[in-house]
């Protein structure tokens, strides 16, 4: 399926997951009391199209795309975040506090296997997958100035993060690998008097290379 065409099932789909009742949700004793109803956030489609991961509640859920009661995926007391299938659907990567300021974790979705893949004292936010399913993009405030953002990369077989890209003074967020994983498109905030704010720039995706031309 094409990321255009899977964008706009999953923008007609948040209709009917806001209004999805969560399996593991307290029952109210009162038969007529009113239905509770739940916040949903950061929704991401499976690559078959068939399901639904989202948080709520500071937990990963998941729902089929047809409708029907949710089922509770990842729970930890702490927050979980961003949760986003591999490619091969395989994996489901996610953020998660449990380990402090927030490092990304990796669930292999048929054993339930989870693995820490970074251990940074910085925020980080996952930001993508390699089309090949073999590596983790995501944003981290641990090694740049003033708290600013850098992407890095990190092998799903876990070592250490390579940056891909790592401007001293400016914020680089929110990026997505090209389909063939050579380029990678990302936002940069240039923390400048008059800068014009975050503008969109590219870059490969190979350890400490410069913006793409």
Known sequence: MHTTNRFRLLACLLPLLVNTPLTLSAQSEKADAPAPRFAVAEPTLSPDGREIAFVSGGDIWTVPTTGG???????????????????????????????????????TLETGELRRLTYDDGAETLTGWAPDSKIVYFQSTSRDVAGMND???????????????????????????????????????????????????????????????
């Open 69 to 107: 009661e949710a089922r509770l995926l990842v729970a930890h007391s702490d927050n979980e975040s961003r949760p986003l299938y591999s490619p091969d659907g395989t994996y489901l990567a996610f953020g998660s506090t449990r380990s402090g300021n927030g490092d990304i974790y990796l669930l």
């Open 151 to 213: 992407i890095y990369r990190v092998p799903i077989t876990g070592g250490t993060p390579m940056a891909v890209t790592a401007d001293r003074y400016a914020s680089e967020f929110y990026g997505t690998p090209s389909p063939t994983g050579r380029r990678w498109l990302f936002r940069r905030g240039v923390s400048l008097p008059h800068s014009g704010g975050a503008k969109a720039a590219a870059t490969s995706t190979k350890p400490n290379s410069g913006p793409a031309s």
